[in-house]
Structure formats: structure tokens, C-alpha cells
């Protein structure tokens, strides 16, 4: 498995932005499809965007044109997801995940990931 870990999370009030960051040691995170899921109260873990190894991103939430941004930096090893205009729904853990066998293929089902971080709290409220 691999060793990844969120950051960037806390509490915001709705309209408010928020970039998370997924950071990884011992490997390079861009040779691996790395993506997003969050998990909001009472509810399963839904895929938000995943970026394959290539580069190519897929959103699953919303269009490429929606609030979640997904990015890459090679130099810092690290992917980010940035979600502007935060409602009161979107309050919940964001987890990173990547598939460890080079080359696999994105997916939004989170039973295909087999390397998880511990996920970052995002709070949104008034």
C-alpha cells in the first residue's frame, strides 16, 4: 500500500473556498491514478474526481466545469482539490486514494483503491 495524507480541511462558511491536499512520501504520486471521496454524515463514501496517471481527470460529482478542481504537482508530490462556493452539504470527511498497481485505471468506486489517508475534515456552516 501506499502512504498518503490529506490536508487542508476545517471549518468555512458556506460560499467560501477550500483547497485540500494529498501528499505522499516514499513514491511518486503522479505514476498512480490518484482520486477524491468524501463521506458526509450518515452516508457512504461517494467518488468526487480522479486523475490517472496521465493526467486525463474525471469528474464524478459534478462536470469538469463544477466546483471541484482537481490538480497535480509533480515537483511537490502532490495532488490538490479545490472546492469553491462551499454548502452546508458538502460538510464532510475528504479522503485521497490511489491504486497501487501502476497504470490502473480512475474509477469512482472506492472498493477499486486499495491505499487510503486518514481524511481531512471540512466543516461548512454559518
Known amino acids: 500500500q501506499l502512504q498518503l495524507v490529506e490536508s487542508g480541511g476545517g471549518l468555512v462558511q458556506p460560499g467560501e473556498s477550500l483547497r485540500l491536499s494529498c501528499t505522499a512520501s516514499?513514491?511518486?504520486?503522479?505514476?498512480?491514478?490518484v482520486a477524491w471521496f468524501r463521506q458526509g454524515p450518515g452516508k457512504g463514501r461517494e467518488g468526487i474526481t480522479c486523475m490517472s496517471s496521465g493526467g486525463f481527470k474525471n469528474y464524478y460529482k459534478e462536470g469538469p466545469q463544477g466546483r471541484f478542481i482537481v490538480s497535480r504537482d509533480s515537483a511537490n508530490n502532490a495532488h490538490y482539490l479545490q472546492i469553491n462556493n462551499l454548502r452546508a452539504g458538502d460538510t464532510a470527511i475528504y479522503y485521497c486514494?490511489?491504486?497501487?498497481?501502476?497504470?490502473?485505471?480512475?474509477?469512482?468506486?472506492?472498493?477499486?483503491?486499495?491505499?487510503w489517508g486518514r481524511g481531512t475534515q471540512v466543516t461548512v456552516s454559518s
Open positions: 486514494a490511489a491504486r497501487s498497481r501502476r497504470g490502473a485505471l480512475c474509477s469512482q468506486f472506492s472498493d477499486n483503491f486499495d491505499s
Open positions: 516514499g513514491f511518486t504520486l503522479s505514476d498512480y491514478s
